[in-house]
């Protein structure tokens, strides 16, 4: 009997601390608050050092997968690949976790309100026999660039492991062939984690919403009717009126995309596109395109017009809403 | 004892057989079980480009008790798109947008036309993910988890469908297993089905296995495209009516117009010149009040605001104009806005032929630039 307790025992302790606990954030200051930050960038995530195993390149497998996983949350978010080059330009690359941050510098150089740092304190990967384990350790802090405040911090560990307590023989099997993929099973776990932290990071969700305002389109206008199949030669001329000093561009259906159009005067944008030889496409719609800086797109349509060529090879004909395109029943 | 011996030779053969069976049953039903997704994609997929803008809209769901799950499932899907090769407008600018335009239930989306949305949302594709099942069961030694998702991606230019896919996971515990031990049996079922950990480790496996080929749109296998282009029908009635519905006319275009067709490169030149010359017609034909089609009037807002958005959800630009009358405030409903009474007279035509709606051309205060046919 007493064998029995000890094994219940021996596996509620090992069910409860394999790894699988909720992440916890602490929160110091709340999403509610106006001024709280909405744009954020995640600086490359660091690596402890002291007495630690670390294996080469988690912190970067780590980061890739918060990113993914974060960019959920209403923030706006600065893609990794463009923050790494900002950092390097402005020799910002080396920035320390727990060192005084430069905190005008990088809200200059990246254009954001706040920084999400991280800090990897242990990987682990490991399969022996009967035995396989990964481990990730971080923490991560989010820190306002405008005051230099930390709005939340965290400290997460996840553990992947299977052994003799894992429920069945083919669990252990299936495990273990999966952790000896190394790089595949941090990226698997580094996404267990990420998923995990970020039910948990305050989403300033209300505020952000309340501050959406797509570009407006007031006007969109073309020198082109339906009634007449375009030519080699041909230049539809495209003019679009809305909010000024935006990104204005137009596609002609999925043909041709991002057309630019130039700002001639104030909120007056306008451009062309001439149809060259290659050009093949039937019913396609002119679509008008106004982009802010922060990538909030506000489109139209143009009524009343619907673009096709003249000369259409068969094949390639077929790839483009021919007239006899099947409607999905 | 020789009859023994034979009987013992005899029975080895048969048990074994046994022992072989039930281990084959036990490896082929064992643990998380599902197949590959029934995926289907349009020959375009790989020609459309990087810059693609993709809006993965709010999980359709046929019980709140999914709600949790159809969360866990877009954000997987987020996740997993951030690998792909486009790009995607942030789910609270999805939100938000929807929001704005009365669109908050995810199962009334399917109503709205794809190109109505790209115009919501300003994306060049939208992605409608459905969780048609979600299903726990716990009967002490046994307990299971099944999930059932699609997805369909319409790019909101033409309609078509650019890409369907859907798939079931399936996780279980319990006697289906090879327990190592009498309590893991026992707390294993329990686990699976208790734990919200297993539900977002199944809907990522489901998600990962789902969107494998629009990562890699390239590898998919001969039967895994269109046989010819598919429309969404909602898109293609929407995509005809606006192509039908009357042309906008620039005023500096007039003269053009009347032939509707497109200049010719040296005609191009010149007139590009011109325009650059004049003032900014369409700035300087903005007046003070501007015409537009009146289908109704409402003493409650919230009526008005429902009209607004079944008007919407047909690509109508509708808007209120409140009014004071015998103290009594009406909400009046208007469709489109003109800079010319001809022009609202042309599209309240269209719009009778259309709409099952009584309506009349009328003059509504207006500060900002007429929308004239558009």
């Known amino acids: 009997m007493s064998h029995y307790l000890f094994r219940f025992f021996l596996i509620f302790i090992l069910v409860l601390s394999n790894g699988c606990g909720a992440a916890k954030v602490i929160v110091h200051k709340s999403p509610l608050f106006s001024s709280y930050p909405l744009s954020v960038a995640i600086l490359p995530f660091t690596t402890e050092k002291d007495g630690n195993f670390i294996e080469v ?135 267990q984690f990420a998923s995990k932290v970020v039910r948990k990071i305050p989403d300033p969700n209300q505020i952000a919403q309340n501050q959406i305002k797509t570009p407006t389109i007031s006007g969109i206008f073309a020198n082109a009717g339906s009634n007449k199949k375009l030519q080699t030669g041909d230049i539809i001329e495209v003019t679009l009126t809305g ?40 019913k396609a719609l002119i679509i008008g395109r106004l982009r802010d800086e922060l990538g909030l797109t506000g489109k139209k349509a143009l009524h009343g017009v619907m673009l096709s060529t003249a000369a259409i090879p068969v094949q390639k004909a077929n790839l483009k809403l021919p007239d006899n395109a099947k409607l999905k029943n | 004892m020789q009859n023994l011996k034979i009987n013992r030779q005899k029975h080895v053969p048969t048990f074994s057989i046994l022992i072989f069976i039930s281990s084959l049953i036990i490896w082929t039903i064992t643990g998380c079980s599902s197949q590959k997704p029934i995926t289907k994609i349009s020959g375009n997929m790989t020609q459309l480009s990087k810059d693609l803008l993709v809006a993965i809209l709010p999980v359709q769901i046929s019980d709140s008790k999914q709600k949790e799950a159809a969360e866990l499932f877009r954000q997987s899907l987020y996740a997993n798109f951030e690998r792909s090769r486009f790009k995607l407008v942030e789910r609270y600018i999805v939100d938000g947008l929807l929001e704005q335009n009365n669109l908050l239930d995810p199962n009334e989306l399917k109503k709205v036309s794809a190109v109505r949305l790209g115009e919501i949302l300003g994306a060049d594709a939208v992605l409608f993910p459905i969780m048609s099942k979600v299903e726990r069961s716990y009967a002490v030694i046994h307990s299971s988890i099944e999930l059932k998702a699609s997805v369909t991606l319409t790019d909101t230019r033409t309609g078509e469908i650019l890409w369907t896919a859907s798939q079931t996971e399936t996780d279980f515990e319990g006697i289906g297993k090879l327990p190592t031990g009498i309590f893991a049996a026992a707390i294993a079922p329990v686990e699976l089905v208790t734990n919200k950990l297993n539900l977002n480790k199944i809907i990522h496996k489901l998600t990962e296995k789902l969107t494998f080929l629009i990562e890699e749109p390239g590898s998919a296998e001969e039967g895994e495209f269109f046989n010819s282009p598919q429309i969404a029908p909602n898109s293609a009635r929407a995509i005809e009516e606006i192509a039908t519905s009357p042309i906008q006319i620039s005023p500096n275009q007039t003269a053009k117009i009347e032939t509707l067709e497109p200049i010719k490169k040296n005609e191009a030149k010149n007139e590009i010149k011109e325009d650059l010359k004049e003032e900014n017609p369409i700035i300087k034909t903005v007046k003070s009040f501007v015409y537009t089609v009146q289908v109704g009037a409402y003493k409650t807002k919230v009526y008005a605001q429902k009209m607004i958005s079944t008007l919407a959800s047909k690509g109508y630009s509708a808007f209120i104009t409140p009014s004071k009358k015998d103290e009594q405030v009406l909400y009046k409903v208007n469709v489109e806005k003109f800079d010319s009474k001809e022009q609202a007279g042309q599209f309240a035509k269209q719009f009778s032929l259309r709409e099952n709606l009584n309506h009349f051309v009328t003059k509504v205060e207006s500060k900002t630039p007429p929308q004239s046919l558009n």
């Open chain 1, 57 to 191: 390149g988690t912190e970067k497998i780590l980061r890739n997968a918060f990113y993914n996983y974060f960019s959920y949350l209403s923030f706006s978010d600065l893609p990794l690949n463009k923050i790494d080059k900002i950092l390097k330009k402005n020799k910002l690359e080396n920035v320390s976790y727990s060192k005084k941050l430069p905190l005008k510098k990088l809200r200059n150089a990246l254009g954001v309100d706040a920084i999400i740092q991280g800090k990897l304190l242990n990987s682990n990967n490991f399969t022996a026999g009967i035995y396989a384990e990964t481990w990730l350790k971080a923490e991560m802090k989010l820190i306002d660039l405008r005051t230099g405040e930390t709005l939340w911090d965290l400290n997460h560990e996840e553990i992947d492991q299977s052994s003799l307590v894992t429920p069945t023989i083919v669990d252990i099997v299936r495990q273990q062939m999966a952790n000896s993929d190394t790089k595949k099973a941090y990226h698997h776990l580094a996404e």
């Open chain 1, 243 to 282: 909010t000024p000093k935006l990104e204005a561009s137009f596609d002609i259906g999925s043909w041709k995309f991002s057309i630019p159009l130039k700002e001639t005067k104030a909120g007056f944008y306008t451009g062309s596109y001439s149809i060259q030889s290659r050009d093949h496409f039937q």
